[in-house]
C-alpha cells in the first residue's frame, strides 16, 4: 500500500506542472452541486473578485488571515451570550466579535484535535493526510511533508506566514510546522496531556504514570522502555533554518508560559508585518484548555471555575488586545479574523465542567456534539455585522478560502482531493452562500455517518440489510435522541449514493493509511540527552532481532493505533 | 385531611382582616434570604415606588400588564436566534424583544401546563393549591373558589381583566374564568388534548378513541358510560354574567379558529381600554401548539415544519401585530408585555419535533428541561433594552410583582402561603436584582428536587440512608448529565434544612390534596344534550349503590389522578 501510494504520488507530481491551470479536485459530492449551481457561483465569483481587487487597491495589500483555533468546545459556549449566562462566564470581546461581524451556527471540524489540525493546515480530510488519529507522546510519526499546507501555499502569494501554540500534528522532523511552510514557528508537538504528567494534577484524578516520583515503587514494573521520558514540549524555529526547544517540561507554571509566549509573539509577528505593509497569515492555536487549573492564578475568574470556561475567558481577553491592536494598527478592515474550537466538548473522560450543550456527543464522536463547533468571524467592512448564518461550512474549506482571498488559488495542488470548497461568498454575501451541502463524518478512518443539508446517516450502526433508525432531521431532532426510519426513507438512496460516489473518489486519489513514521523528536539544536535516548526507543536496535527502521516500515495491518 | 382543610380555611378567614395589614406569607426560604437582605430590598424598594408614582404621574393609569403565555417550549427556542437557525424558524417579534427588554434565562415553571397555569393565578405552587396534576377531560374537578387569582387582585386595584385561550384550570362551573375573577373570558377549560380527538390525526399517530367512528367496531367494548362525549372546547363569559359555548368540537378548523378568535378579543380589549385610559390585565394563552398540524395552512411557514415551530412563529406574528398596536395607540411605555412558555418541550410521547434543546428532560419531568422556559419581558422606558438576565425567577413571582405594580399588593390574601415574591426591582434593577435564589421542584404532589442558586439535589432519586450522586452544579453540568457526591457535599445540609424549613411551613400551611371536585361543565346557556348528559356520568347514580356526590366528597387515599 505504502509503495502504491508512492508511486501515485510520483505520478501526480509528473502531471503536476500540467495540471495546475486545472479545477482543484474536490469530493465527489461537490460535482453534484456544481452542476446545479455552478453558473450562479460563477456571476458571484466575478463580483466577489471585484471587490477584493477594490479593496487590495484602498489597502494596498492583500488582506491579512488571523486564525485562532482552540480546543474542545461546543457550539453555543462563545457567541451566544444567552448560553454563557446558563453556564456561569462571558467572553465579551468574542461575543461581541459575533454582534460585529458573522457567528457561524454550523462550522464542522474532525472529531478530535489532530485531525481538525490536519484539515485547517490541508485543506483535506484526516483521511486521506493519515492524520486521522490524535497522537501522543512519543508518537514517532508526523504530517507526511509532502502534503501542501496553507503556510505553503500563501508563501506563495508573498505572505508572511507565522505559527504559534498548539501543532498537534506528530514529533516527527519533517512535521514540525516551520517544516511545513511556516516562516516562523512556536509550537507543542503534542496535546496537553503532558499538563496531567504533573503531581497538581493529581487533585483532578488525572495524573498518569510518566516520571517515577508520580508512583510509589511497583516491583512488577520491569520495561523501563517506552516510558516517554524526554518529550518535549515546546519547539521554535523558522523556515529553513534550525530547531530549538523552548523550556522544558515537566512544570505546571510552564505551561501556562506557552500561551503567554504565543500572546506576545502573536502580536509583535502583526506589527511587524502590518508596519512593513506586508499580508500576514497567523494561526494562534492556544494550548489554554488543559487538564489542570492554572496554578499561579490566585483566584477564579468565573463563577463556573472550571479549566474550559477559565480558558475561555483567558482567549477572549487577548482577542480583545488583539482586535484593539488591529485598531491601532489601522488594519481592522483589511484583515479577516476567525475564532473557533477544534472540536467538540471533551466529554469523555475529559476535565469536570466539559459537558454537552446544545448537541449530543463530544470529542470523538459522530454526532453533532462531536463535530460542530463555535465559529466568528469578522472582516470589517467586507463581512456585514450582525450575521448569524445557518449554512454548513467545514474547517477544510477556510484553507480554499484564505488561499483565494490571498490570490494563491493556483497554488493549491491538483494531483490530490482538496476538500475545503472556496467560501468567500459565504463571507462576503453571507446567510446562504455556502457552496457546500454535505460533510463526510470520519471517526479515525472508519466513515461513520453523512450530512446532506438537514439531513443526516448513521453509517456506523447501520444494521447490515435493513435500514433501521439511522436517519436524522436535524432541524427536528438537532440532538439526534429520535433517530427516524419510515419519515426519512426519502434521503436513504440520496446517501447511499452520496457515499458510493465519495469511495470511488477515494480510490481514484488513495488515502495516506497513517500519518508518516519516523524517529521523533530530532533536529534539535539545544536537545537533551532524555530526549537523545528516544530516537532509539522503543528498544536498542542492536540487542532486538528486529530493528527500528524496518518496524516503522512496515505498515502492519493490524496497527490502528 | 379536606375537613380539617375547610376548618383552617375559615379560621384563616377570620383573621384575614387584621392580618391583611402584615406581610405576605411566603415560603420558609425566603425568610432565610429575608434576614440577609431586607435592608437592601427596603431601599431598593423606596427608589422603585418613587419610579412607579413618577411612571403613573406621567401615564395617568398605573402600567397595563399583558402576559402571554403558550405551551411546551424549552428555553433557547425562543429569543435566541442562533439557535433558532439550528431548528430551522424563527421568530423575529420575540427575539426583538429580547433585544428591546429583557431575556430571562432562568424563569422557573412547574413541569407541566396546569399547575404553571394554576401558579400564574394564584402565586402558589400548584400543591397548594390542589391543581397539581394535568387535568384531561371530563375532569370532574377545577380550581377553587376560595384561591385568589391575579385577575381579583388586580381587579380590587381598579383594572380591567381579561383571559383568552387555554385556561385548563377545571370544568366545573366555580372554576371557569369569569367565575375567578375575569371580567371576561374566552376559554378552553382543557388542554389541546382534543385536537386529537378527530381523524385528521390520524396521521401524527395520536388519534385515540373519543368518537366511535374513530373505531372500528368493537363487540367487547361494553362500557359507553366513562367516554367523554359531550366535553366543550371553549367557552366564554363575563363576571358575573352567564356562561356560552363557543363552537362545537370536534373538528380541527375550530382548533385554530380558538386562537384567531382570542387574538381578535385581545386586541379589541386592549384598545377599548386603552382608549378608556383604564389599566389592564390582559392574558392571552395561546392554545396554538397542538398535536395535529393546521389542516387550512396551504403551505408550511418554517423549515422545521413541526407543529411546535409552525405555532410559534404565528404566535410571534400576533405578538408583532400587538407590539405595534400598542405603539399606535400610545401606550408601549406604560405596558408590561411578558412572552413565556409554561414547561419545557413535550419530550415524552409529544409531537415530532418537541425535543430537548439545551436541557435535560421536557413536559412532566423534574430535570432543569422540564421547569425552564423562555421568558422575554418589555416595557419601553422602564425595563433597560438588552439584558439578558442570569437570576433566578418563579412563575409564581409574576402574581406578585403584576400585584406590586398595579398598587394592589394589599389585596394578596395574608392566611396562606403565597410563593411569588415581588421580583419588581428584577424588572427594573436587571441582573443579579433577583429576591429568590431557591425553587422546590414538584411532580404532582411529590417534592422531587430542590434548587438554590447553582446547586441542586434530586431528592426523587435519593438513595435512603446514603447521600449519594444525588447533587448537580448547573454552571458545570447544565444538563445534569453528571450527578456529583463528593464535589457538592457541601450543599447537603444546606438543601435538607431548606427541604425541613419547607415542609414545616405546609404543617402551618396546609396544602389542598387535590384538584375541588364537582359536576363538570354546568351553567352553559346554551348546553347541548351531551354535555348535559355528563352532569350524571360516569354513571347513572339512581342505578347504582353509591352516588356521584358521595364519590366526589371523599378524598381516597390512593386516588391520585
Request: proline content about 6%; glycine content about 8%; charged content about 25%.
Amino acid at each position: 500500500m505504502k509503495k502504491l501510494n508512492v508511486v501515485l504520488v510520483v505520478i501526480a507530481c509528473l502531471f503536476s506542472t500540467s495540471l495546475f491551470a486545472q479545477d482543484i479536485i474536490h469530493d465527489a459530492e461537490h460535482y453534484v452541486l456544481k452542476k446545479q449551481h455552478g453558473d450562479n457561483w460563477a456571476t458571484e465569483d466575478e463580483d466577489i473578485d471585484a471587490k477584493l481587487k477594490k479593496l487590495e487597491k484602498k489597502h494596498g495589500t492583500k488582506p491579512n488571515i488571523i486564525h485562532i483555533m482552540w480546543d474542545d468546545t461546543g457550539v453555543g459556549e462563545v457567541g451566544i451570550p444567552e448560553i454563557q449566562k446558563l453556564r456561569g462566564f462571558e467572553t465579551p470581546n468574542m461575543n461581541q466579535m459575533a454582534e460585529d461581524g458573522m457567528n457561524m451556527m454550523r462550522m464542522y471540524t474532525e472529531p478530535s484535535c489532530t485531525p481538525t489540525r490536519a484539515d485547517a493546515m490541508t485543506g483535506r480530510y484526516a483521511v486521506r493526510t493519515g492524520m486521522h488519529t490524535v497522537s501522543f507522546p512519543i508518537e514517532n510519526s508526523g504530517m507526511d511533508a509532502e502534503e501542501v499546507t496553507i503556510a505553503e501555499v500563501l508563501s506563495e502569494a508573498g505572505y508572511s506566514t507565522a505559527f504559534y501554540g498548539k501543532w498537534h500534528l506528530g514529533d516527527t522532523e519533517s512535521s514540525y510546522a516551520h517544516n511545513q511552510g511556516f516562516d516562523e514557528a512556536f509550537f507543542t508537538p503534542y496535546n496537553q496531556v503532558p499538563s496531567m504528567w504533573v503531581r497538581e494534577a493529581e487533585a483532578n484524578n488525572v495524573v498518569t504514570g510518566l516520571y517515577p516520583e508520580l508512583y510509589g515503587e511497583d516491583i512488577y514494573d520491569i520495561d523501563q522502555s517506552w516510558k516517554p521520558i524526554g518529550y518535549v514540549w515546546t519547539l521554535e524555529g523558522t523556515k529553513g533554518g534550525k530547531t530549538y526547544e523552548w523550556g522544558a517540561p515537566p512544570a505546571v507554571p510552564n505551561f501556562w508560559d506557552i500561551d503567554k509566549e504565543c500572546e506576545k509573539r502573536t502580536m509583535e509577528f502583526v506589527r511587524r508585518n502590518a508596519k512593513a505593509n506586508k499580508p500576514f497569515y497567523a494561526a494562534y492555536w492556544p494550548t489554554v484548555t488543559s487538564f489542570v487549573p492554572d496554578a499561579r492564578s490566585s483566584e477564579k475568574i468565573t463563577a463556573n471555575k472550571n479549566v474550559l470556561q477559565e480558558g475561555l475567558v483567558k482567549v477572549d481577553a487577548f482577542v480583545g488586545e488583539l482586535l484593539e491592536e488591529l485598531e491601532e494598527l489601522g488594519i481592522s478592515e483589511n484583515t479577516l479574523v476567525i475564532v473557533m474550537a477544534d472540536n467538540g466538548p471533551f466529554t469523555h473522560h475529559g476535565p469536570r465542567g466539559m459537558v454537552e450543550t446544545l448537541y449530543t456527543g463530544g470529542k470523538g464522536d459522530f454526532t453533532e456534539g462531536g463535530i460542530r463547533v463555535p465559529c466568528i468571524a469578522t472582516w470589517p467592512g467586507t463581512i456585514e455585522e450582525g450575521q448569524i448564518v445557518g449554512d454548513i461550512i467545514h474547517i477544510t474549506d477556510l484553507y480554499t478560502t484564505f488561499a483565494r482571498l490571498a490570490g494563491a488559488t493556483d497554488y493549491i495542488p491538483r494531483d490530490r482531493i482538496v476538500d475545503g470548497v472556496d467560501q468567500t461568498s459565504l463571507l462576503i454575501n453571507g446567510d446562504g452562500y455556502s457552496r457546500r451541502d454535505y460533510v463526510m463524518v470520519y471517526q479515525g478512518d472508519n466513515l461513520s455517518a453523512g450530512i446532506k443539508g438537514r439531513f443526516k446517516r448513521d453509517w456506523k450502526n447501520a444494521e447490515p440489510g435493513l435500514s433501521g433508525a439511522e436517519f436524522y432531521d436535524l432541524y427536528t431532532d438537532p440532538r439526534e435522541d429520535n433517530p427516524e426510519m419510515i419519515q426519512q426513507f426519502h434521503t436513504k438512496s440520496m446517501f447511499k449514493r452520496q457515499k458510493e460516489r465519495h469511495l470511488l473518489w477515494i480510490e481514484k486519489y488513495p488515502n495516506r493509511p497513517d500519518a508518516t513514521p519516523g524517529i521523533p523528536l530530532q533536529g534539535i539544536e539545544n536537545v537533551r540527552p532524555e530526549t537523545e535516548k528516544l530516537y532509539h526507543a522503543p528498544f536498542n536496535m542492536d540487542d532486538l532481532p528486529f530493528d527500528l527502521k524496518e518496524v516503522m516500515d512496515h505498515e502492519l495491518p493490524f496497527v490502528d493505533e
